[in-house]
């Protein structure tokens, strides 16, 4: 069964530090989000790909963090510098780009900004 | 943005019993909603979803239904199992393919 890969599972950074995240969609999904989860929240969007393109970064904290999907497959989202609130559950999940449908999560980079 | 709510943050059942996790909504242009199960350092993963033309939907276990009238939908599961046991959240969409997440239920099962 196509799953949705991310990496790493886990990071540990001082705050200050830059931090990347790295997702792999599941193969031919066109579209592709970012999510961050507060422990006890609900995951909350950062930023929607469609293809290479960004559709909506307009929660993203774009002081320090970005994300791209230079070839419209597999995406980064990165953080710098990162900042003790940053602490969470970074999520990645991708879906077909044919209009409404499922999004497919994966298993998460769990961050601790210390 | 959207509300989604639960309105139990907790729920605690039987092995073997029936569960039944309640969601509200606020938008009722919302055309398309999702149950995701969220385990302990996983990530969601997909239950069963229902669209607005739909009252009910049924899956392996699992039941969902949805009062347009009241903005409401709600997740039943038969037959409860100790492997249940996790964080439910209900997704609402509105456009764009983007949802809007509740604060989730705990649900545990009591062996």
């Known amino acids: 069964e196509a799953e949705v890969a991310q990496s790493p599972r886990y990071k540990i950074t001082e705050k200050s530090q830059a931090v990347a995240f790295w997702c792999d969609p599941i193969?031919?999904?066109?579209?592709l989000y970012w999510y961050r989860q507060i422990l006890g929240q609900g995951p909350e969007l950062l930023v929607q790909?469609?293809?290479?393109?960004?559709?909506?970064d307009s929660q993203l904290p774009k002081d320090r963090f970005s994300a791209e999907r230079l070839k419209g497959v597999d995406s980064t989202l990165k953080i710098q510098p990162a900042e003790l609130g940053d602490s969470a559950m970074y999520l990645c999940?991708?879906?077909?780009?044919?209009?409404?449908?499922?999004?497919?999560f994966g298993p998460g980079t769990r961050l601790l900004v210390l | 943005g959207e509300s989604v709510g639960l309105h139990l943050p907790t729920l605690s059942v039987q092995e073997g019993d029936n569960s039944i996790i309640n969601c509200a909504y606020s938008?009722?242009?919302?055309?398309?909603f999702i149950w995701y199960k969220q385990e302990s350092g996983k990530g969601p993963q997909f239950i069963i979803d229902?669209?607005?033309?739909?009252d009910k939907r049924q899956g392996q276990r699992v039941t969902v239904l949805l009062n347009k009238t009241v903005k409401h939908l709600s997740l039943q599961i038969a037959a409860t199992q100790p492997g249940d046991s996790a964080v439910y959240f209900c997704?609402?969409?509105?456009?764009?393919?983007?949802?809007?997440f509740g604060t989730g239920t705990s649900l545990t099962v009591i062996p």
């Open positions: 999940a991708s879906s077909s780009g044919t209009g409404l449908e499922t999004q497919y």
């Open positions: 193969s031919g999904h066109a579209t």
């Open positions: 938008n009722s242009a919302s055309d398309y």
């Open positions: 790909f469609q293809d290479e393109s960004v559709v909506d």
């Open positions: 229902i669209r607005s033309n739909m």
């Open positions: 997704a609402e969409n509105i456009g764009g393919n983007q949802f809007y």
